[in-house]
């Protein structure tokens, strides 16, 4: 009798032991696991408010601020942050490209052409984002156009593979790419060889057709240029700092045009592109920047 109670008495330990177990797994389960990788149905898929979104990390790269107040949130696929070291940028999953990048260059970042690397996804975005390829442009008649220039990041292997991540190419006619963004881009990079310290920022608007069901194809590219002397600091802009704002179209037939034909204003690229740039200066000091074309230091 004394063995049947001895094994009763334990029996009863080991089943309060597993309810125990049991109820506080269940209380466990019952808490909001992150998910890096997991989109919250609960909440909207952006979130462009500013007075709720964490703070922007900070950046050299980010001159011109946050225009979009993008997010670090994957859930926020449309307008996704991703602070990289040879720049910063909003991803848009519907679009399969950049709302915008932002980059500086300086003489230290230019040299000698290297060999180049080949095209590849961006690992940086998350695995469940549409994933765009080299091959998605392939037979489209398309270029596929830089928006941080490879010749920006030669003296940096690593920075100029970079460059070849697919996050960082968008649709561009051969006519725009080749001839007036492109002298854009040796004109910018030639300041930088003066010894100048060149802050950047560039992207698309516009939808112009579909690749692959993935990528619009825009039907603007634009690029605004800071360009200071070298060792200032961006936040230090003035009413007298030089900035170049350009807007093009991205057609055929523009082989012969400048890149000077397409010079605009800050606030008429914030206008067609739905962004907000300088916005951590003063309001009064944006609208005498940004109202202006290309502003030049005396």
């Known amino acids: 009798m004394l063995t049947v109670l001895l094994n009763s008495h334990r029996m009863s330990l080991v089943t309060w032991k597993v309810l125990i177990i049991a109820v506080a797994l269940t209380a466990f389960g019952c808490k909001s696991i992150h998910d890096p990788f997991r989109v919250d149905t609960n909440s909207n898929t952006t979130n462009s408010d500013p007075e709720t979104n964490p703070p922007t990390p900070s950046s050299v790269h980010l001159a011109f601020g946050n225009p979009s107040n993008a997010t670090q949130d994957p859930a926020d696929e449309n307008n996704f942050l991703v602070v990289g070291e040879g720049s910063v940028f909003s991803y848009n999953n519907s679009r399969g490209g950049v709302n915008w990048i932002a980059w500086r260059t300086t003489r230290d970042d230019v040299g000698a052409s290297i060999p180049r690397p080949d095209f590849r996804p961006d690992p940086r975005l998350p695995r469940w984002y549409n994933r765009v390829g080299y091959y998605d442009y392939s037979g489209s008649g398309y270029d596929r156009g830089h928006m941080v220039p490879s010749a920006d990041r030669f003296a940096n292997p690593k920075l100029n593979e970079e460059t070849f991540m697919m996050s960082n190419i968008v649709p561009q006619t051969g006519a725009l790419n080749q001839f007036p963004w492109n002298e854009f881009e040796m004109y910018v ?19 112009g057709g579909r690749l692959k ?26 009413a007298n700092t030089r900035i170049i704002a350009v807007d093009m179209p991205n057609v055929d037939g523009i082989e012969n045009d400048t890149w000077q034909k397409y010079r605009t204003t800050i606030r008429e690229i914030e206008q067609r592109a739905g962004l907000n740039f300088l916005s951590q200066h003063p309001r009064l000091l944006q609208d005498e920047i940004e109202t202006r074309k290309e502003i030049v230091s005396p």
């Open 189 to 207: 990079r030639s300041q930088a060889r003066k010894r100048l310290d060149v802050y950047q920022t560039a992207g698309c608007y516009g939808d």
């Open 213 to 238: 069901n993935k990528i619009t194809v825009p039907t603007n590219c634009w690029k605004i240029a800071m360009i200071l002397p070298r060792g200032r600091k961006p936040d230090q802009v003035d």
